[in-house]
């Protein structure tokens, strides 16, 4: 979306293009062109010639999606009404219908919806036209500043201050109707695990649920969906390869139960000091650290994300000696980022080493200690775990019910029925922020999607605002989240194909589609 239209698009639709003749002759303005500049009367004439109403330009764009940019509603209605299509995307992947709500082209979505084109699908960045109109972001301001620089000359017009007063009208458009809506099944199977209700008799709104169901339908790769309100499951249905039975892998997702996991060695004596330093775990580095710094890193900051320990991802070596097994080279050979302590920096290695930690200090295998402390008590098991000698890499798998047990688990401050699980003291300290500087991806952005807003880190739990929400989740690669609205005593679970070691463009769509529906939902929840 921030790249769709530049100056060179603007300039490569006056030049001449390839036009078919069918009993009229074209006019001499190309028709990229005349939708450029609003030349109905041209756009018609091409129409009855016979041009081809979707064709693309070098990069990427046809009449229409041109005519969204330049907010030509004539133009966009008369190329859909010649059968031109509002699903076709630009080279950056975004639709007419995703930049005229981008843009707040009121007028051009009336045009768009009037037609038929498609509300639920989803740009290259995993955004619906209601998630660009209903969540702007703050850099978006950004992107219209460099559009104007470069495109006012050919005709482009943006008021930034009208477009932030056009898009709540947008996105009231956007939303879908009681009519769409219905028929939507999401009524939670009945099974002794779980407690079910519905969302009326929980005080939810049963349209707003069937609106998160409408567009999981249309994802591709989520695998389930749950929504459980006041500890009862109201909501769950499966897609694609998923189902109630079916443990899939959960990504960093696990980050969360290693961190319950520690908590329960601090509960049983293994760990009493969650500042004592990690290097007394790890006796075979003895000799080997350069770095007296890495002396001070602690247990605590480890959780965090704070110990200065470098994200893996950014270093091809570092990427391989993690998955390779050399579960402890990133400490041994790598510089910090920064001071132990002193800001936040995600690092995959900080939970391996936890795992390391806990076996090591509790004399167990990290896969009985689990199961004895946490999954026994909650009535529930793993699915397969992956590990290594010492249980390194969180490589875990829960089916969807498992994993909505034990969000629950924490909405509820660590107890099951009459039994307190983990202690709560613990809960509490882990969904605390830590880290106001928290960030994603390389460009350290301080959103995850278009809702999920101000970022903050527990022990290994995501924090941010949603809405009027402060709320606590549980994220895994290819869009795995488990959330907690605890001012509503709810949670939503999303189960997502993993991606397992697929990092391309690609994958981080579906992954950012998977925040964002999420993301509405909860935003929207009064």
Excluded at 165 to 190: H, N, Q, W, Y
Excluded at 268 to 277: F, I, Q, R, S, V
Aim: aromatic share 8%.
């Amino acid at each position: 979306m921030r790249k769709t239209i530049l100056a060179a698009l603007a300039v490569a639709c006056l030049l001449p293009v390839s036009l078919a003749h069918a009993g009229n002759e074209p006019p001499g303005i190309p028709l990229p062109a005349a939708a450029l500049t609003g030349n109905v009367a041209a756009v018609e004439q091409h129409i009855l010639a016979g041009s081809d109403v979707d064709q693309r330009d070098d990069f990427g764009s046809t009449p229409l999606i041109i005519s969204a940019v330049f907010d030509r509603p004539g133009v966009a209605a008369a190329l859909l009404a010649a059968g031109a299509d509002p699903a076709l995307t630009d080279a950056q992947g975004s639709n007419p219908l995703h930049i005229a709500a981008f843009l707040g082209r009121k007028e051009i979505v009336r045009v768009l919806l009037d037609a038929g084109a498609d509300r639920t699908l989803r740009s290259a960045s995993g955004a619906t036209a209601y998630d660009y109109a209903a969540a702007p972001l703050p850099e978006d301001r950004k992107v219209f500043a460099r559009l104007r620089a470069g495109l006012e000359p050919l005709g482009f017009r943006l008021d930034p201050d009208a477009v932030a007063a056009a898009k709540p009208e947008i996105a009231r458009m956007l939303r879908p109707s009681a009519d769409d809506l219905s028929g939507i099944d999401f009524t939670p199977v009945k099974r002794a695990d779980f407690s079910v209700s519905t969302p009326e008799a929980e005080g939810l709104d049963p349209l707003l649920v069937a609106e998160l169901y409408r567009e999981a339908e249309a994802l591709p790769r989520v695998y389930s969906v749950l929504v459980l309100k006041n500890g009862k499951l109201v909501a769950e249905k499966y897609f694609n390869q998923g189902s109630i039975d079916t443990a899939t892998l959960i990504q960093s997702a696990a980050k969360s139960i290693f961190s319950a996991l520690v908590g329960l060695a601090q509960r049983e004596g293994c760990l009493p000091d969650m500042d004592a330093p990690v290097l007394g775990f790890l006796p075979e580095l003895a000799g080997q650290i350069g770095d007296p710094r890495k002396a001070d890193i602690t247990i605590r900051q480890v959780l965090q994300m704070r110990s200065g320990l470098p994200w893996e991802e950014t270093d091809p070596t570092l990427w391989k000696q993690l998955m390779e097994g050399d579960h402890l080279a990133p400490l041994r050979d790598f510089p910090l980022v920064a001071d132990p302590g002193t800001r936040f920096n995600y690092s995959n290695f900080s939970t391996d080493l936890l795992g390391v930690i806990v076996t090591r200090a509790c004399g167990t295998a990290l896969d009985a200690f689990a199961s004895a402390q946490l999954m026994q008590p909650l009535g529930i098991r793993f699915g397969t775990w992956e590990h290594g000698q010492d249980f390194h890499y969180p490589l875990v798998h829960l089916t969807p019910r498992t994993a909505a047990r034990f969000a629950q688990l924490y909405l509820d401050g660590g107890h099951f029925q009459d039994r307190q699980v983990i202690p709560a003291d613990w809960v509490s300290e882990s969904l605390a922020d830590y880290s106001s500087d928290a960030w994603v991806t390389m460009q350290h952005l301080d959103h995850a999607g278009r809702y999920l807003r101000d970022l903050g880190y527990g022990y290994q739990w995501w924090q941010a605002t949603a809405g009027r929400h402060r709320i606590n989740f549980a994220w895994g690669h290819g869009g795995q989240f488990y959330g907690l609205v605890h001012d509503l005593d709810l949670a939503v679970i999303v189960t997502a194909y993993p991606a397992w070691l697929e990092h391309d463009s690609r994958n981080w769509t579906h992954e950012r589609a998977h925040l964002n529906l999420a993301g509405k939902f909860i935003s929207l929840l009064r």
